[in-house]
T-cell receptor, first 110, second 114 residues
Framework: DAKTTQPNSMESNEEEPVHLPCNHS???????IHWYRQLPSQGPEYVIH???SNVNNRMASLAIAEDRKSSTLILHRATLRDAAVYYC???????????FGKGTRLHILP | EPEVTQTPSHQVTQMGQEVILRCVPI?????FYWYRQILGQKVEFLVS????????KSEIFDDQFSVERPDGSNFTLKIRSTKLEDSAMYFC????????????FGSGTRLTVV
C-alpha cells in the first residue's frame, strides 16, 4: 500500500475552518484518496474520497493537488463533534482492503 | 441512513473459550470486512470476504480465526480459542463494491479476554 504522511495532531477553534493536510508523494495513477474519521469510542466513519478533482459533500471538501502528491481535507466550520482522529488513506481501486495509519488527532477548542 | 449492526457491543470471555462476533452488513453491499483495534493502537485489517469466500487476509488472521456468512444477512467472526492478546475492539465493515466506494463500519464489539 502506498504511504501517506499526516501530522500527529492539530488544534482548531470551534466554528472556524480546519485544513487537514496529507502527503502521498508515491501515489500511483490507480490510487484513490480516501478520508475516514474515528470519533471517540466509535468505529471509523467514511468522510470523502477523490481521484483527481476536488470533491465536496455534506461533511467536508477534499482539495487534491494538481500533481496528486498531496491533499487537504477541509471542514468548513468545525464543531466540537468534529473532534476525532482523521485518516488519509490511499486505495487502489483493484485492492480489496483499506489500511489505516495513525492519522491526525484533531482537537476542537470551544 | 443504512447501518452496519454489530452484536454484542461488549463480550467478556475466558481464555481458551470460543467466541462468535456477529455483524449484519448493509443489505445491498457485497464486500465484507473485519478489522480490530487494540486499545490505544491503530485499526488493523483482519480479513475481506466476497462471494462467500475470503478474498484477502492479514497475518493476524491465523487458524484461530474464521469467518462465515451463514444465511445471506449475517457475517460472523469466530475465534476458536481466545488468548489474552485477542482483547480488542472488533469492527465489521461493508461496501457496495470492492472499488471506489467508501466503507460503512459498525460500532464495534469490545472483546475482553480474562
Amino acid at each position: 500500500d502506498a504511504k501517506t504522511t499526516q501530522p500527529n495532531s492539530m488544534e482548531s477553534n470551534e466554528e472556524e475552518p480546519v485544513h487537514l493536510p496529507c502527503n502521498h508523494s508515491t501515489i500511483s495513477g490507480t490510487d484513490y484518496i480516501h478520508w475516514y474519521r474515528q470519533l471517540p469510542s466509535q468505529g471509523p466513519e467514511y468522510v470523502i474520497h477523490g481521484l483527481t478533482s476536488n470533491v465536496n459533500n455534506r461533511m467536508a471538501s477534499l482539495a487534491i493537488a494538481e500533481d496528486r502528491k498531496s491533499s487537504t481535507l477541509i471542514l468548513h466550520r468545525a464543531t466540537l463533534r468534529d473532534a476525532a482522529v482523521y485518516y488519509c488513506i490511499l486505495r487502489d481501486n483493484r485492492d480489496d482492503k483499506i489500511i489505516f495509519g495513525k492519522g491526525t488527532r484533531l482537537h476542537i477548542l470551544p | 441512513e443504512p447501518e452496519v449492526t454489530q452484536t454484542p457491543s461488549h463480550q467478556v470471555t475466558q481464555m481458551g473459550q470460543e467466541v462468535i462476533l456477529r455483524c449484519v452488513p448493509i443489505s445491498n453491499h457485497l464486500y465484507f470486512y473485519w478489522y480490530r483495534q487494540i486499545l490505544g493502537q491503530k485499526v488493523e485489517f483482519l480479513v475481506s470476504f466476497y462471494n462467500n469466500e475470503i478474498s484477502e487476509k492479514s497475518e493476524i488472521f491465523d487458524d484461530q480465526f474464521s469467518v462465515e456468512r451463514p444465511d445471506g444477512s449475517n457475517f460472523t467472526l469466530k475465534i476458536r480459542s481466545t488468548k489474552l492478546e485477542d482483547s480488542a475492539m472488533y469492527f465489521c465493515a461493508s461496501t457496495r463494491t470492492g472499488g471506489v466506494y467508501g466503507y460503512t463500519f459498525g460500532s464495534g464489539t469490545r472483546l475482553t479476554v480474562v
